[in-house]
């Protein structure tokens, strides 16, 4: 299938003006960075992600209101997939000190009531786990049966038959089950999922991202140096930060602008970004291959004319490939979920700002240096 046959558009003549269009659009995109910065995820800022599945709808809005007042500071809470889904997320990793006795006295209240009268006694106690001893193995066994009925992480120190020590979970997840069940009685839930990321893992992380970008372009600027001249791959690369830049400088202007797209940077969306790149640098690389091919062709013909005539019958190809992604990632955006909209949001405005590059950025810095240099550019 083939469009825009014998197009013939002056590309390059209108250069200045896609200057101007990607110079907004870069300036734009800093400016946001700058003043308003990112919203990094738990992979990146560290603290506890926990994914709640209800049996019946909930509203968000009820919910956030029951847990924001429970001791664990600033709570986020975001609908995760469907109406009973529920994701939360805190900057904390453990039990606040303060509640951790709360706790304590909630666990004994569930021994009272599933064994009244049971001697027991705490043997050891951290920041995430709390363990029992009881009289005899048989009590232990019934009290891991109880305490997990009761919604507790629950399990038995040692497999040996005289074990008498119970080890029960303490966690934020646990804390908050605590509260919805008896807030919430009548919509029963299970904790699907919980992550916890600490600081430090988290800035290691944020500099791995950033370390696996600037290799993907360092790595492309040496291959198409080679490939190409060093100049095609110095616009290939500069092409591929505008992209870049623009992208996440939309993830920085619409958060907490447009409900929906209060979108955060996780390693999924590196991931998201190391794919457009992937994606705008093989669209920048047909364009240049086919100017390669003109070029040798061509030998007479001005560079303006030979890079008009690639960018023309590339232009085909070019727009049924990006279209056909397009449709397949906003399919993804629109029924994807929570989960993969941030991944989907930046390979959909990725791609359209991408396939913009490889047609009027790349190629135009190309004919620019050679205009400016007044170098001839031979293979």
Request: no cysteine; hydrophobic share 45%; proline share 3%.
């Amino acid at each position: 299938m083939q469009i825009f046959h014998n197009l013939n558009i002056d590309w390059l003549g209108k250069r200045k003006i896609f200057y101007v269009v990607s110079i907004s659009l870069f300036l734009i995109g800093l400016i946001s960075v700058i003043v308003r910065g990112f919203h990094y995820g738990i992979d990146f800022k560290g603290g506890t992600e926990i994914v709640m599945q209800f049996q019946k709808p909930v509203n968000i809005s009820q919910v956030r209101k029951y847990v924001e007042n429970i001791g664990l500071g600033t709570v986020e809470l975001k609908t995760f997939g469907s109406e009973t889904g529920v994701l939360l997320r805190t900057e904390l990793q453990n039990i606040p000190r303060n509640i951790f006795p709360k706790i304590l006295t909630n666990m004994d209240q569930v021994i009272q009531t599933v064994a009244p009268g049971v001697p027991y006694k705490i043997t050891d106690s951290t920041a995430s786990s709390v363990t029992y001893s009881f009289a005899n193995p048989d009590t232990a066994n019934e009290m891991v049966e109880k305490l997990s009925e009761a919604g507790y992480q629950t399990g038995k120190v040692s497999e040996e038959p005289s074990n008498t020590q119970v080890v029960v979970n303490v966690s934020i997840a646990e804390w908050i089950k605590d509260n919805l069940r008896q807030k919430m009685p009548d919509n029963s839930f299970k904790i699907l999922k919980e992550d916890h990321v600490g600081p430090k893992v988290g800035n290691e992380l944020k500099t791995q991202a950033l370390l696996a970008v600037f290799i993907s372009l360092l790595g492309i600027l040496i291959y198409l140096a080679f490939r190409f001249k060093f100049i095609f791959s110095a616009g290939a690369v500069l092409a591929l930060f505008h992209d870049t830049l623009i992208t996440l400088g939309l993830y920085a202007a619409l958060y907490g602008v447009i409900p929906g797209l209060n979108l955060e940077i996780d390693l999924t969306v590196v991931g998201a970004f190391l794919t457009l790149i992937g994606y705008s640098v093989n669209d920048t690389v047909i364009v240049f291959d086919r100017i390669r091919e003109n070029m040798k062709i061509h030998k007479n013909m001005p560079l303006k004319e030979e890079i008009n005539m690639s960018i023309n019958r590339t232009m085909s190809r070019t727009i049924l490939t990006a279209g056909t992604v397009l449709l397949a990632v906003f399919v993804l955006l629109i029924f994807g979920g929570e989960v993969l909209r941030a991944f989907s949001f930046t390979l959909f405005f990725g791609t359209i700002i991408g396939t913009y590059s490889s047609i009027f950025v790349a190629s135009a810095l190309v004919y620019e240096y050679a205009e400016r240099t007044k170098k001839k550019i031979e293979f």
